[in-house]
């Protein structure tokens, strides 16, 4: 497999694109670039843990579903779901439907919720490495798992957060811009 491949638009993008539009958009718009905030980020937890033995256009097609039945990923709300909320979400063919990535999202938004304004994007954030000016040439060029994303998992878990590890970290870093991964000739590299 090439590591880039042409679009309708004759762009050059990552070849992990293929020729789906909705992982065009991502790519063009969101993959790689900077996220911000608690609850963007809160949000992009969760996906990547529902996103966990998964393909990542699975949860990128759910996800609009995903925000309405959990409340925009706002922490505070999310917080205060129930044993009721976690029946209703299991019910909901919308999204997927695992319990304990479910559970594990709840109680990951009660630990937010008791965290200070703007902490959890600090927290994530500061596992970001600088830059390398390097790019990838190949997918065997980047790396699933790195230094940093062990870190931020390690450090997550130690303050209760499921769902977290090292290989989800890493994919979050990629799509949080905390790393840029496009290739090398990539319109966005």
């Given at each position: 497999?090439?590591?880039?491949?042409?679009?309708?638009?004759?762009?050059?993008?990552?070849?992990?694109?293929?020729?789906?539009?909705?992982?065009?958009?991502?790519?063009?718009?969101?993959?790689?670039?900077?996220?911000?905030?608690?609850?963007?980020?809160?949000e992009k937890m969760a996906l990547e843990g529902?996103?966990?033995?998964?393909?990542?256009?699975?949860?990128?097609?759910?996800?609009?579903?995903?925000?309405?039945?959990?409340?925009?990923?706002?922490?505070?709300?999310?917080?205060?779901?129930?044993?009721?909320?976690?029946?209703?979400?299991?019910?909901?063919?919308?999204?997927?439907?695992?319990?304990?990535?479910?559970?594990?999202?709840?109680?990951?938004?009660?630990?937010?919720?008791?965290?200070?304004?703007?902490?959890?994007?600090?927290?994530?954030?500061?596992?970001?490495?600088?830059?390398?000016?390097?790019?990838?040439?190949?997918?065997?060029?980047?790396?699933?798992?790195?230094?940093?994303?062990?870190?931020?998992?390690?450090?997550?878990?130690?303050?209760?957060?499921?769902?977290?590890?090292?290989?989800?970290?890493?994919?979050?870093?990629?799509?949080?811009?905390?790393?840029?991964?496009?290739?090398?000739?990539?319109?966005?590299?």
């Amino acid at each position: 497999m090439t590591s880039l491949i042409a679009g309708p638009d004759a762009l050059d993008r990552c070849a992990w694109v293929g020729d789906d539009a909705e992982y065009r958009r991502y790519h063009d718009e969101e993959w790689g670039t900077p996220l911000r905030g608690d609850r963007a980020l809160f949000e992009k937890m969760a996906l990547e843990g529902f996103q966990a033995g998964l393909s990542w256009i699975t949860i990128l097609r759910k996800r609009p579903r995903f925000r309405e039945v959990f409340a925009g990923f706002e922490p505070e709300v999310v917080a205060e779901f129930d044993e009721g909320d976690v029946e209703r979400l299991m019910a909901d063919a919308g999204i997927v439907r695992n319990r304990a990535k479910i559970e594990a999202t709840i109680g990951n938004a009660r630990l937010v919720r008791d965290m200070a304004d703007g902490e959890l994007d600090a927290l994530m954030w500061s596992f970001a490495p600088p830059p390398s000016g390097i790019r990838p040439r190949s997918m065997a060029d980047v790396a699933a798992v790195t230094a940093e994303s062990t870190a931020m998992s390690k450090e997550l878990r130690r303050r209760g957060f499921r769902f977290v590890g090292p290989t989800t970290m890493y994919a979050l870093m990629q799509s949080a811009g905390m790393v840029d991964d496009h290739m090398e000739g990539c319109w966005r590299a």
